[in-house]
């Protein structure tokens, strides 16, 4: 299994950004971050082939996770995003169908791209 997370970059409080990840897994997939100094924590995750998604508290009705099942794509897009957002975020899946928050479940992770929220 491969796992490809792009789209990271700078954007300002208040902003919009969306990460991507590519991958070759038709199982659940999961969006995490790790900022510095701190442990990985979950942010969203979404069920094969979609019609299930679980967000931590943090990101509830700001963040939205969807998944292109042709392109083989998952998408985490991030709105109204906080200086608090800043962050690794990862890519990871887990082999089951169903959404799942809990990190020890996944068992292939991508390699993380920066999301930099300042002003």
């Known amino acids: 299994v491969q796992l490809q997370a792009s789209g990271g970059g700078l954007v300002q409080p208040g902003g919009s950004l969306r990460v991507s990840c590519a991958h070759s897994s038709r199982t659940a997939m999961g969006w995490f971050r790790q900022a510095p100094g701190k442990e990985r924590e979950f942010v969203a995750s979404?069920?094969?082939?979609?019609?299930?998604?679980y967000y931590a508290e943090s990101v509830k009705g700001r963040f939205t996770i969807s998944r292109d099942n042709i392109k083989d794509i998952v998408y985490l897009q991030m709105d109204s995003l906080k200086p608090e957002d800043t962050a690794v975020y990862y890519c990871?899946?887990?082999?089951?169908?169903?959404?799942?928050?809990?990190?020890?479940?996944?068992?292939?992770w991508g390699q993380g791209t920066l999301v930099t929220v300042s002003s």
């Open positions: 990871a899946t887990r082999p089951s169908q169903s959404a799942s928050n809990k990190r020890t479940e996944y068992n292939y």
């Open positions: 979404i069920s094969w082939p979609g019609r299930k998604t």
